[in-house]
């Protein structure tokens, strides 16, 4: 089993930046893609940037050129650096780690925080 501890969420005014912080802990093997998707209200849940074990990222275009998605694989965290936001940022990010371990892949959850941009 694999926990995941999300931080930094919050309020900020329009063109403000927060760092999102998701650490996994457990009974950890091996860590593959890890990632950070948000809910707004009324919407479904979207990717917002990814990072797979390599380094390589991906990223929503609505956010490309403002956040940053970074990995530190000897903490076993991944981050999520928001800069210039706006308000329609405003969701609850969630960070996903999918985690090697007997018998496959799985992809495991935090549990969200919420991100408040104010106009």
């Known amino acids: 089993q694999v926990q995941l501890v999300e931080s930094g969420g919050g309020l900020v005014q329009a063109g403000g930046s927060l760092r999102l912080s998701c650490a996994a802990s457990g009974s950890i093997f091996r860590i593959d893609a890890m990632g950070w998707y948000r809910r707004a209200p009324g919407k479904q849940r979207e990717l917002v940037a990814a990072?797979?074990?390599?380094?390589?990222?991906n990223y929503a275009d609505s956010v490309k050129g403002r956040f940053t998605v970074s990995r530190d694989n000897a903490k076993n965290t991944v981050y999520l650096q928001m800069n210039s936001l706006k308000p329609e940022d405003t969701a609850v990010y969630y960070c996903?780690?999918?985690?090697?371990?007997?018998?496959?892949?799985?992809?495991?959850w935090g549990q969200g925080t919420q991100v408040t941009v104010s106009s």
């Open positions: 996903k780690v999918a985690h090697y371990e007997l018998g496959g892949k799985y992809d495991y």
């Open positions: 990072i797979t074990s390599g380094g390589s990222t």
